[in-house]
Protein backbone atom coordinates (compact mmCIF):
# COMPACT_ATOMS: atom_id res chain seq x y z
CA UNK A 1 0.00 0.00 0.00
CA UNK A 2 2.60 2.37 0.68
CA UNK A 3 4.40 2.15 -2.49
CA UNK A 4 1.22 2.00 -4.46
CA UNK A 5 0.35 5.60 -2.71
CA UNK A 6 4.40 6.95 -2.70
CA UNK A 7 3.85 6.65 -6.39
CA UNK A 8 0.43 8.01 -6.69
CA UNK A 9 1.63 11.32 -4.54
CA UNK A 10 4.81 11.90 -6.35
CA UNK A 11 2.55 11.70 -9.61
CA UNK A 12 0.10 14.15 -8.67
CA UNK A 13 3.25 16.62 -7.17
CA UNK A 14 4.73 16.05 -10.38
CA UNK A 15 1.19 16.88 -12.31
CA UNK A 16 1.18 19.93 -10.48
CA UNK A 17 4.54 21.15 -9.63
CA UNK A 18 5.45 24.93 -10.38
CA UNK A 19 6.64 24.83 -13.69
CA UNK A 20 10.51 26.29 -13.29
CA UNK A 21 11.94 29.28 -15.43
CA UNK A 22 15.10 28.82 -17.45
CA UNK A 23 17.57 31.32 -16.77
CA UNK A 24 19.80 32.42 -19.76
CA UNK A 25 22.38 35.08 -17.38
CA UNK A 26 24.52 34.43 -14.31
CA UNK A 27 23.10 38.34 -13.98
CA UNK A 28 19.58 36.59 -13.62
CA UNK A 29 20.37 33.96 -10.70
CA UNK A 30 22.76 36.24 -9.01
CA UNK A 31 19.81 38.76 -8.73
CA UNK A 32 17.38 36.26 -7.39
CA UNK A 33 19.93 34.48 -4.69
CA UNK A 34 20.40 38.32 -3.41
CA UNK A 35 16.80 39.33 -3.04
CA UNK A 36 16.06 40.11 0.44
CA UNK A 37 13.46 37.41 1.42
CA UNK A 38 16.40 34.49 0.12
CA UNK A 39 19.04 36.33 2.23
CA UNK A 40 16.96 36.31 5.15
CA UNK A 41 16.08 32.79 4.55
CA UNK A 42 20.15 32.33 4.19
CA UNK A 43 20.86 33.72 7.25
CA UNK A 44 18.05 32.36 9.77
CA UNK A 45 19.54 28.83 8.04
CA UNK A 46 23.61 30.00 9.16
CA UNK A 47 21.92 31.35 12.57
CA UNK A 48 20.14 27.95 13.28
CA UNK A 49 22.90 25.83 12.00
CA UNK A 50 25.70 27.53 14.33
CA UNK A 51 22.98 27.29 17.39
CA UNK A 52 22.68 23.35 16.72
CA UNK A 53 26.46 22.55 16.13
CA UNK A 54 27.40 24.23 19.54
CA UNK A 55 24.90 24.45 21.53
CA UNK A 56 21.50 22.49 20.71
CA UNK A 57 23.56 19.64 19.31
CA UNK A 58 25.39 18.56 22.33
CA UNK A 59 22.90 19.15 24.62
CA UNK A 60 19.74 17.98 22.92
CA UNK A 61 21.34 15.68 19.78
CA UNK A 62 21.13 12.47 21.47
CA UNK A 63 17.61 12.90 22.60
CA UNK A 64 15.91 14.53 19.41
CA UNK A 65 15.92 12.87 16.07
CA UNK A 66 15.03 16.44 15.03
CA UNK A 67 18.04 18.33 16.16
CA UNK A 68 20.25 16.99 13.19
CA UNK A 69 17.93 16.29 10.98
CA UNK A 70 16.75 19.99 10.62
CA UNK A 71 20.25 21.33 10.43
CA UNK A 72 20.65 18.59 7.37
CA UNK A 73 17.49 19.23 5.84
CA UNK A 74 18.33 23.25 6.03
CA UNK A 75 21.58 23.29 4.94
CA UNK A 76 20.74 20.72 2.39
CA UNK A 77 18.23 23.40 0.32
CA UNK A 78 21.36 25.66 0.56
CA UNK A 79 23.23 23.21 -1.32
CA UNK A 80 20.22 22.52 -4.11
CA UNK A 81 20.27 26.72 -4.12
CA UNK A 82 24.22 26.64 -4.65
CA UNK A 83 23.97 23.34 -6.83
CA UNK A 84 21.52 25.26 -9.35
CA UNK A 85 23.43 28.48 -9.46
CA UNK A 86 27.03 26.86 -9.70
CA UNK A 87 25.21 24.84 -12.81
CA UNK A 88 24.57 27.99 -14.49
CA UNK A 89 27.53 29.52 -13.73
CA UNK A 90 29.44 26.92 -15.49
CA UNK A 91 27.22 26.50 -18.26
CA UNK A 92 27.60 30.09 -19.07
CA UNK A 93 31.62 30.15 -18.77
CA UNK A 94 31.33 26.67 -20.56
CA UNK A 95 29.49 28.37 -23.96
CA UNK A 96 31.31 31.75 -23.65
CA UNK A 97 28.35 34.20 -21.64
CA UNK A 98 30.89 34.31 -18.46
CA UNK A 99 33.14 36.62 -18.91
CA UNK A 100 36.81 35.52 -17.56
CA UNK A 101 37.09 37.96 -15.39
CA UNK A 102 33.96 36.83 -13.17
CA UNK A 103 35.62 33.15 -12.99
CA UNK A 104 35.58 33.72 -9.62
CA UNK A 105 32.25 32.95 -8.88
CA UNK A 106 32.32 29.47 -10.44
CA UNK A 107 35.19 29.02 -7.40
CA UNK A 108 33.33 30.55 -4.63
CA UNK A 109 29.97 28.47 -5.65
CA UNK A 110 31.94 25.38 -6.03
CA UNK A 111 33.39 25.99 -2.29
CA UNK A 112 30.07 26.18 -1.50
CA UNK A 113 28.92 23.37 -2.35
CA UNK A 114 31.51 21.55 -1.67
CA UNK A 115 31.26 23.18 2.49
CA UNK A 116 27.19 22.90 2.36
CA UNK A 117 27.37 18.67 1.11
CA UNK A 118 30.41 18.07 4.17
CA UNK A 119 28.26 19.78 7.01
CA UNK A 120 24.92 18.06 5.78
CA UNK A 121 26.88 14.62 5.34
CA UNK A 122 28.60 14.40 8.63
CA UNK A 123 25.38 15.50 10.49
CA UNK A 124 23.26 12.87 8.78
CA UNK A 125 26.32 10.50 9.72
CA UNK A 126 25.53 11.75 13.42
CA UNK A 127 22.13 11.31 12.99
CA UNK A 128 22.67 7.85 11.55
CA UNK A 129 24.80 6.55 14.31
CA UNK A 130 22.70 7.56 17.11
CA UNK A 131 19.07 6.86 15.48
CA UNK A 132 17.79 3.74 13.75
CA UNK A 133 17.70 4.57 9.76
CA UNK A 134 14.29 3.56 9.64
CA UNK A 135 13.81 6.77 11.64
CA UNK A 136 15.89 9.15 10.21
CA UNK A 137 15.26 8.50 6.56
CA UNK A 138 11.91 8.98 6.40
CA UNK A 139 12.09 11.99 8.88
CA UNK A 140 15.05 13.78 6.67
CA UNK A 141 13.48 12.84 3.14
CA UNK A 142 10.07 14.92 4.59
CA UNK A 143 12.20 18.20 6.24
CA UNK A 144 14.76 18.18 3.27
CA UNK A 145 11.82 18.23 0.66
CA UNK A 146 9.80 20.54 2.79
CA UNK A 147 12.90 22.69 2.72
CA UNK A 148 13.74 22.51 -0.92
CA UNK A 149 10.17 23.55 -1.89
CA UNK A 150 9.95 26.48 0.67
CA UNK A 151 13.45 27.91 -0.44
CA UNK A 152 12.46 27.20 -4.09
CA UNK A 153 9.36 29.08 -3.21
CA UNK A 154 11.46 32.14 -1.77
CA UNK A 155 13.85 32.18 -4.61
CA UNK A 156 11.93 31.42 -8.20
CA UNK A 157 8.38 32.73 -6.08
CA UNK A 158 6.36 29.85 -8.59
CA UNK A 159 3.55 29.11 -6.10
CA UNK A 160 3.23 32.83 -6.57
CA UNK A 161 1.91 32.51 -9.94
CA UNK A 162 0.11 28.87 -9.88
CA UNK A 163 -3.59 28.86 -9.68
CA UNK A 164 -5.39 27.58 -6.22
CA UNK A 165 -6.22 24.51 -7.59
CA UNK A 166 -2.65 23.38 -9.08
CA UNK A 167 -1.33 24.82 -5.48
CA UNK A 168 -3.88 22.29 -3.39
CA UNK A 169 -2.84 19.75 -5.87
CA UNK A 170 0.82 19.90 -5.40
CA UNK A 171 -0.12 19.75 -1.68
CA UNK A 172 -1.94 16.94 -1.69
CA UNK A 173 0.20 15.25 -3.81
CA UNK A 174 3.08 16.12 -1.14
CA UNK A 175 0.84 15.37 1.48
CA UNK A 176 0.58 11.62 0.13
CA UNK A 177 3.51 11.10 -0.55
CA UNK A 178 4.50 11.78 3.46
CA UNK A 179 2.07 9.33 3.73
CA UNK A 180 3.53 6.89 2.23
CA UNK A 181 6.88 7.06 3.43
CA UNK A 182 5.91 7.14 6.89
CA UNK A 183 3.75 4.05 6.33
CA UNK A 184 7.11 2.41 4.23
CA UNK A 185 8.72 3.01 7.42
CA UNK A 186 6.04 1.60 9.77
CA UNK A 187 5.74 -1.56 8.06
CA UNK A 188 9.27 -2.07 7.29
CA UNK A 189 10.03 -2.00 10.70
CA UNK A 190 7.34 -5.16 11.57
CA UNK A 191 9.59 -7.06 9.26
CA UNK A 192 12.38 -7.19 11.74
Known amino acids: MGCILCILGS ?11 EFESVEAIMELILQMEFLYYFFIVC ?17 YVMVYIFLC ?20 SHFGVLPTKDLWIVF ?19 ALDIFDTSLVTPVYYVTFTTMVIAVSGIVFKEWANMAA ?28
Open 47 to 63: AMAILIIFFLGPKYGNR
Open 11 to 21: TVFVIHAPREK
Open 73 to 92: SSVGSLTVMTCKALGLTIRS
Open 165 to 192: TEVLGALCGFAITIVAIFLLSKSRNKCY
Open 108 to 126: LLFLAVVFFICLQMNYLNK
